[in-house]
């Protein structure tokens, strides 16, 4: 738990680890640098077509390269990413052409850049498109494993990586990580957190501290948000009967929409969620903005114990 | 069913002479106007304007196989401005992609040829077109598979004048220009009207060649209904490999149809059945 690494480290490796595959490609948008894809252009130039500062164009050469039989990975900033929306939705999940999108710096988690870089809204939009898949991993580890294991995917898919580094979580190669299941990091029977991306290791953390207060917490890393994983939903609902989501993502859409959206269907179980309450963020550091927008470990044990009254 | 009874004048792609290609894309308007006749809807004018560029780079230049129609080293054509999907499914009925009974299922509920094309519904279409500015992106990425795969595969990209109103196309010429993709290819359909009128009313473009000039692309102009100038025009495209070329093809929007040509509007709409009766006659086609 005491080694700290960026997710978006890990899908700079994963790139490097897929090269042998000739069909990988890798495109950028002049930000290679940050979004790690670099280690892969410098070895593989041959291999990654810059798009310059055109995000639009990038989808769709993607598309293009996708529809001749290659495997893209195009990376941008998250934030980025949303300018060519459209061009996701009709040239790469309409014809379902397996391009696969990384948006980095994701979250307010992504600092003193400020509220224009810090997308709050990707998760949400991408989880309305047919045929994608929506991953954000919660750490290097993780990443590194799911993104390696997209390239056998036939569908599109939208991953967020953070700037910022976070604990790792997870053992190298840890085969238990598959797209699609969540993983229950922690059993518990008062509560089940149900957390992605940055947030996972808050709700770790307020884990331990509920804990101490003789609360017994399930955590879950969600790191497909979607198709999210409805059994273990069920499941931790069904164990514990109060959940908490975690996302550092706005309150609408994301995680806790779609948590919420499978409990009105099944067992309406209580939920809290922790989430930007629809609204932007500002320059800050990152824990700074955790406290800020409340989601940190402390409003996460505070919402757990809200949950745990309304049972 | 309204319309024509279908019917088709040519099969096989051995045609070459302008006389036989003008001939091919009389057949096509015909098609065109009964599909959009017997929809009610859909993009007559723009479909006019591009099918004698159609015909020539169909019968003429594409490396493609209409019995095989995911063939790895086809070249690719992708329609771009993908509302004239009348003038695409025409060719690809003429070249025997589709049948002719296949065009009536232009805009019918689990048709092939659906409003806009779709490389998921229709044999012979490798893009899915709908949003216009998109095309030149994926004709991008399509050339850089095709160089990696060390193929001589071409693409081809037909692009309306209106559509580069969209400031993605400029990404798209930047990039190609950057990528030396002589193996791109750009058909530009300059039919000057769009969809609420003239372009010169909704957006002046002033000097379209000097601009693809300065993105770095070779360019050529062409009357884009005379069938010499257009066979030019391709050989120009297909001997310029030094970087993306663009043929920038003067029509008339409507072109073939009297009270079509030039008339924004018909840039989206159907004729009525006393027209109908009129498009048909000029056309050559007893009814």
Excluded at chain 2, 133 to 144: R, T
Aim: charged share 20%; hydrophobic share 40%.
């Amino acid at each position: 738990m005491s080694r700290m690494e960026a997710t978006r480290d890990g899908y700079g490796q994963a790139l490097l680890d897929l090269a042998e595959n000739e069909k990988v490609v890798v495109l950028e948008a002049d930000l290679g640098k940050s979004t790690k894809s670099l280690h892969f252009r410098k070895q593989h130039p041959e291999r990654t077509v810059s798009c310059g500062i055109g995000e639009q164009n990038m989808l769709l050469v993607a598309a293009g390269m996708a529809a001749s039989g290659y495997i893209p990975f195009a990376s941008t900033f998250a934030i980025f990413t949303e300018r060519a929306f459209e061009q996701m939705r009709n040239g790469v999940a309409r014809p379902n052409l397996a391009v696969h999108l990384c948006g980095s710096h994701g979250g307010t988690h992504t600092g003193t850049d400020g509220s224009s870089a810090q997308s709050i809204e990707d998760l949400a939009i991408y989880r309305t498109l047919p045929n994608v898949t929506v991953i954000h991993p919660s750490d290097s580890v993780s990443t590194r494993i799911l993104t390696k294991e997209l390239a056998q995917s036939t569908s599109p898919s939208y991953m967020r990586t953070a700037r910022n580094k976070t604990p790792v979580l997870y053992d190298d190669g840890d085969d238990s990580i598959q797209i699609g299941k969540g993983i229950q990091l922690r059993d518990g029977s008062d509560v089940a957190i149900i957390a992605c991306g940055v947030l996972v290791s808050e709700a770790l953390k307020a884990a331990d501290d509920l804990e101490a207060a003789g609360i017994s917490a399930t955590v879950v890393d969600m790191h497909t948000i979607k198709p999210i994983d409805k059994d273990l939903i069920d499941k931790v609902a069904n164990r514990c009967g109060a959940i908490v989501t975690a996302e550092d993502h706005s309150i609408i859409g994301g995680l806790g929409g779609a948590v919420a959206e499978h409990l009105s269907t099944s067992n309406g179980t209580p939920l809290e969620r922790i989430g930007v309450a629809d609204r932007f963020g500002e320059s800050g550091q990152a824990d700074e903005m955790l406290e800020l927008m409340g989601l940190n470990a402390k409003h996460i044990e505070q919402a757990a114990r809200k949950v745990m009254s309304r049972k | 069913m309204k319309g024509h009874p279908c019917w088709q004048l040519f099969v096989g792609d051995t045609m070459t002479t302008a006389d036989e290609l003008r001939e091919v894309a009389r057949a096509c308007r015909v098609h065109i106007v009964d599909m959009v006749y017997r929809a009610q809807a859909g993009h007559p004018g723009g479909s006019l304007s591009e099918i004698d560029l159609l015909t020539a780079l169909y019968k003429t230049q594409l490396n493609v196989r209409p019995n095989e129609p995911k063939w790895n080293d086809r070249d690719r054509f992708i329609l771009s401005k993908g509302h004239a999907s009348p003038g695409m499914y025409a060719i690809l009925a003429e070249m025997g992609f589709i049948t002719v009974e296949d065009l009536e299922s232009y805009r019918v509920l689990g048709g092939i040829c659906q409003g806009h094309v779709d490389m998921k519904w229709c044999p012979g279409v490798d893009f899915s077109a709908g949003s216009l500015g998109m095309g030149l992106s994926f004709g991008m990425g399509s050339a850089i598979a095709a160089r990696l795969d060390k193929s001589p595969r071409q693409t081809y990209v037909m692009l309306g004048d209106g559509e580069i109103q969209e400031g993605s196309v400029w990404e798209a010429a930047m990039a190609a220009a950057h990528h030396e993709l002589g193996n791109l290819n750009v058909i530009l359909d300059r039919n000057r009207i769009q969809n609420d009128d003239f372009c010169e009313t909704q957006m002046r473009m002033f000097d379209i060649p000097a601009k693809w000039k300065a993105f770095g692309w070779n360019v050529m102009e062409i009357d884009g209904h005379n069938m010499e100038d257009i066979l030019d025009g391709l050989k120009f495209l297909s001997t310029s490999n030094d970087g993306p070329s663009i043929l920038i093809a003067q029509t008339i929007k409507g072109k073939g149809i009297s009270y079509m040509e030039d008339n924004p509007s018909f840039h989206g709409a159907a004729p009525n059945d006393e027209q109908y009766a009129l498009a048909m006659k000029e056309l050559g086609v007893s009814q």
